[in-house]
């Protein structure tokens, strides 16, 4: 009688253990359960092993181990945490794009046509995923209804927007998108949980490679990226959301005023209730430290957030040592509405201009958001409003909010 599913994957933990512990150390942190329901090959939400038994019988033992080691990364990489707003089946293929290399580096093997391109070697998967439908390699499909009411008609829309995770996802010829290894699968609980979980995934990912470097099975191409590992790639763009939604208390949406941000793809999408936005404040750093590639990220991102979230009023500063303008853009206006944008400065740096003009000028502000390389001298007193520092080196402001801008 051959060996059940079950039997295989228990073998393929043991050789784990015995070979590569550290993999083999962190595979064992989770229980494995058949449930065909839930993945049509093998997945985890961080805390189980999840398998499908007429998967796992087309697998040879060295192909489930490869495999194996794949749940693993998507884990140690806290990829079942990061998913934010994006949608899950692109998420989980962008993923799949980061960490396969380095199992084919290991000598691990993976089954035919699991994702291998050498473009995103190194690369974030955040930054995989917005290329893969930036690219076009990827599309949403979303089945959208227009018309009065009672003869509305249905009909696909194309969107290629990284934050809306709605509508399926398929290949760039229309096909479905079929995991063709493992998957990230969604995560229940609080934040609190989802924190502790990430909190201890962090841990045991440190634990596992000290153990392995002590028994001298850490291999030599694994070191220099489990130091990487362990410090987690921070999601720049949904802090950004997440901090301007918490202080301007947004939570509700309406129709009545279609989100313009996707009218482009017959996309009828609500936005934030307009009224209940007060206005920011954005200083720009134009001192030369920040790149163009950085600055357009930002802009574009900001941009997003602005038409969304429909603030009363917009104003952005340009300052290096001192504010040499103050654009401000009313509710509803784009960023780009005069075309390029076109920064003033170049000189040193100076963080205390733009709070000194905020004083002086009395702009009401629900929030403070600067985009610098935190290399100048800053406000002795923090202001009276939160601010969020969007950093392009590791340097961390005396107050407020700090989060690395990460293009990767």
């Not at 043991?14 to 512990?21: A, E, F, N, S």
């Not at 997440?242 to 793809?265: A, H, K, L, M, W």
């Not at 303008?325 to 075309?339: A, I, T």
């Amino acid at each position: 009688m051959g060996m059940t599913p079950a039997d295989k994957i228990k073998r393929a933990r043991i050789r784990l253990l015995l070979t590569q512990p550290f993999f083999g150390n962190l595979a064992c942190r989770m229980e494995v359960m058949e449930n065909p329901a839930v993945t049509s090959t093998m997945g985890t939400e961080g805390r189980n092993l999840f398998y499908n038994a007429k998967f796992v019988d087309t697998l040879t033992q060295e192909e489930l181990i490869g495999v194996i080691c794949h749940e693993v990364l998507h884990c140690a990489n806290l990829h079942h945490l990061r998913v934010g707003r994006r949608h899950p089946v692109v998420w989980n293929l962008a993923c799949d794009y980061a960490i396969n290399p380095t199992i084919e580096e290991n000598n691990f093997k993976l089954p035919k046509d699991c994702l291998l391109d050498q473009k995103y070697k190194g690369w974030a998967a955040e930054r995989i995923y917005d290329d893969l439908l930036n690219s076009g390699k990827v599309k949403i499909i979303t089945v959208t209804v227009s018309g009065g009411q009672g003869d509305g008609q249905s009909g696909e829309s194309e969107q290629g927007d990284s934050s809306v995770a709605g509508g399926t996802a398929v290949n760039k010829d229309g096909t479905p998108i079929v995991p063709s290894c493992g998957e990230v699968l969604p995560v229940s609980g609080t934040e609190e949980q989802k924190k502790q979980d990430g909190e201890d995934w962090t841990v045991a990912v440190r634990q596992a490679a000290l153990s392995a470097k002590m028994q001298g099975k850490l291999p030599a191409n694994l070191a220099g990226w489990i130091d990487k590992l362990v410090e987690p790639v921070v999601d720049w763009k949904g802090l950004l959301w997440e901090f301007v939604e918490t202080v301007t208390n947004q939570d509700d949406y309406t129709y009545n005023r279609p989100n313009s941000r996707y009218i482009g793809y017959d996309l009828f999408l609500p936005t934030m209730h307009g009224e209940a936005c007060p206005s920011l404040a954005v200083t720009i750093d134009t001192s030369g430290s920040v790149s163009e590639q950085e600055l357009t990220a930002f802009l574009s991102e900001l941009n997003n957030l602005v038409e969304t979230m429909r603030p009363e009023r917009t104003f952005i500063l340009d300052c290096d040592a001192t504010v040499h303008k103050c654009r401000v853009f009313e509710r509803g206006e784009s960023l780009f509405k005069d075309g390029k944008w076109k920064t003033y400065g170049r000189g040193g740096t100076d963080f205390r201009p733009p709070f000194d003009y905020i004083q002086k000028h009395r702009l009401d502000i629900a929030c403070h958001i600067y985009l610098t390389d935190m290399q100048g001298p800053f406000p002795t007193t923090p202001p009276p409003y939160p601010c969020l520092w969007i950093a392009t080196t590791d340097t961390k402001a005396p107050f407020g909010q700090t989060v690395k801008l990460d293009l990767r």
